[in-house]
């Protein structure tokens, strides 16, 4: 009767071990974490109607390409305002444009009240670009010169 008691408890211990293992074995992995979500980022629209983000280069006058941003290094882009350092050249039609010749000013470019895109809604986009010049600056211009952007 020892031999069947001892048997039994062998047989206990090792039925309690195997469910043990079993257990763990089949139990869920842990849960990685949830992964971060950017929220979509504020884009600029451009005369042709592409968004864009962060971009080098940005046509300001776009019926006849007199004014734009060149050699843009960005310094900030959010989802309320980016802020960027450049040049904007600037066509100055003596003695009338196609004859005149491209001067370049130093700029810091704002970007900012960000609305919803006519075109897709779903996508915010600046609506405002403020010019801070840091020097000389193109005749008629003020030393800031903020215009709205296209919808």
């Not at 060149?70 to 802020?83: Q, Y």
Request: one cysteine or more.
């Amino acid at each position: 009767m020892r031999r069947s008691v001892m048997g039994t408890a062998v047989t206990l211990a090792a039925g309690a071990m195997l469910t043990a293992a079993m257990t763990a074995a089949s139990a869920s992995p842990p849960q990685a974490p949830a992964a971060q979500v950017e929220p979509p980022r504020t884009v600029l629209v451009d005369c042709l109607w592409h968004r864009t983000v962060r971009p080098a280069d940005f046509i300001l006058a776009c019926g006849d390409g007199n004014s734009r941003l060149t050699g843009l290094t960005w310094k900030h882009w959010g989802r309320t305002a980016a802020v960027a350092e450049g040049l904007n050249a600037v066509n100055d039609c003596k003695p009338y444009c196609a004859a005149g010749r491209f001067h370049s000013y130093r700029v810091t470019v704002r970007l900012d009240h960000p609305a919803p895109w006519k075109k897709n809604p779903g996508i915010q986009h600046f609506t405002r670009l403020s010019l801070t010049y840091a020097d000389a600056r193109p005749e008629g211009f003020q030393p800031v010169m903020t215009v709205p952007l296209w919808d």
